[in-house]
């Protein structure tokens, strides 16, 4: 039996380290393949349908995750600071829900602490686990602040992103270089001018 008479039985061992895609999945990439116009049983095009099985439960680890794991550890020795904390143009990549095309862009994500002042990674991790997922930009946007604001319970929090989305560049309307901006400010930040003054500037905005 050759490889490919493997792959259409969706019996070929995956390889050591990585994890098994189902037939189903794998037949659905076949389908997609062939609708695309290409023939997936080609010698390369054979194990794509378990590339990309693979691929796509990586771009959406986050539904693995509840982001807000990410919080519950928080230093007591810099209990006590209570000016803003920003950690900015954090690179991420996610795919929007409409046509799973690749979002790329940018996040600046800020809090006022009040008690609890966390690990900086983990404001990243938290957008990670967001943007991992199928997503339209403003409820990710949403999302992260909603999470930080609930777990760390700080005066203020203020989320920006900035993105560039495939399903508009590289297809459909064919924009290229054009990208979507969304905030979402809560606490001090939306009620406070000069706090909000502060945190939009200090992120470039
Ligand atoms: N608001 C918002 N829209 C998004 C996001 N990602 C993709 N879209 C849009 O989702 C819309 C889906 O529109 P539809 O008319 O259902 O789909 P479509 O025919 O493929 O639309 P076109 O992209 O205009 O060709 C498009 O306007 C996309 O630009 C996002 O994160 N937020
Ligand atoms: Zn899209």
Known sequence: MS???HAIDGDLDPLPGKIAVPDDVQEAIRTL?????????REGLIDTPQRVGRAWKEYCQ???EDPSVHLSRTFEEVGGYDELVLLKDIPFQSHCEHHMAPIIGTASIAYMPKERVVGISKLARVLNGYARRLQVQERMTAEI?????DHLQPS???VVICASHS????RGVRTPG???MTSRLLGCFLDDDRSRKEVLSL???
Do not use: L, N
């Open 167 to 170: 399903c508009m560049t590289a």
């Open 3 to 5: 490889d490919f008479d």
């Open 33 to 41: 393949i062939r609708w695309s116009g290409d023939d997936p049983t």
């Open 156 to 158: 203020g929090v203020a």
């Open 145 to 149: 602040a909603q999470c930080i604001w």
């Open 203 to 205: 992120m470039g905005y």
């Open 62 to 64: 986050g539904y693995e």
């Open 178 to 180: 054009v990208r979507m």
